[in-house]
T-cell receptor
């Protein structure tokens, strides 16, 4: 089945550690996105990538980094510089080109900083 | 600056009643307005979407009403059921300008009680 796989589903991190969240899609979508979800805050864009080897900062990129070496993969690293990393992280993708409509989401990864 | 304002933050509706969620946007260049539904612990999924050249779109019990002059759109859920209990997000983007990232509202938590 085509879709987006995020792993791990749950992750615990000690303060000061970097962690990487995986996002893999087999939909052949060109564009991929990372959103952060906090209660009452909606979905806030962290980074997005429209093509391989290129990505842009979203609204809350500070303390995060990404790479897009393959079309299928868009990992997100939460660095120690992110002051409040505990959140639900959602990866999404969409077909390329103008007029593409449906943003498909993964099931999310919940990160908790101890 | 919040580009898409969503209200109410939470909503309780009796089974069989009508659920109404409202959104307002600021950017007149937006030309695509989807609604996403999210169940606890899952990623959001597209529910219904509208473009500004129509004033209403209906899919089953779900209807989007769109008022371009007021820069507002709303989701109506007719005959609300307990299974509709979820968080709903409105969003907006500029599809005609390429895949600009969706801007989301802060979400509405809907509870349908029997």
């Amino acid at each position: 089945d085509g879709g987006i796989t995020q792993s791990p589903k749950y992750l615990f991190r000690k303060e000061g550690q970097n962690v990487t969240l995986s996002c893999e899609q087999n939909l052949n979508h060109d564009a991929m996105y990372w959103y952060r979800q906090d209660p009452g805050q909606g979905l806030r864009l962290i980074y997005y990538s429209q093509i391989v080897n290129d990505f842009q900062k979203g609204d809350i990129a500070e303390g995060y980094s990404v790479s897009r070496e393959k079309k299928e993969s868009f990992p997100l690293t939460v660095t120690s510089a992110q002051k409040n990393p505990t959140a639900f992280y959602l990866c999404a993708s969409i077909p390329g080109g103008r007029g593409a409509n449906v943003l498909t989401f993964g099931a999310g990864s919940r990160l908790t900083v101890l | 600056q919040q580009q898409v304002k969503q209200s109410p933050q939470s909503l309780i509706v009796q089974k069989g009643g009508i659920s109404i969620i409202n959104c307002a946007y600021e950017n007149t260049a937006f030309d695509y307005f989807p609604w996403y539904q999210q169940f606890p612990g899952k990623g959001p999924a597209l529910l219904i979407a509208i473009r500004p050249d129509v004033s209403e779109k209906k899919e089953g019990r779900f209807t989007i009403s769109f008022n371009k002059s007021a820069k507002q759109f709303s989701l109506h859920i007719m005959d609300s059921q307990p299974g509709d209990s979820a968080t709903y997000f409105c969003a907006a983007s500029m599809r005609s300008s390429g895949n600009t990232p969706l801007v989301f509202g802060k979400g509405t938590r809907l509870s349908v009680i029997a």
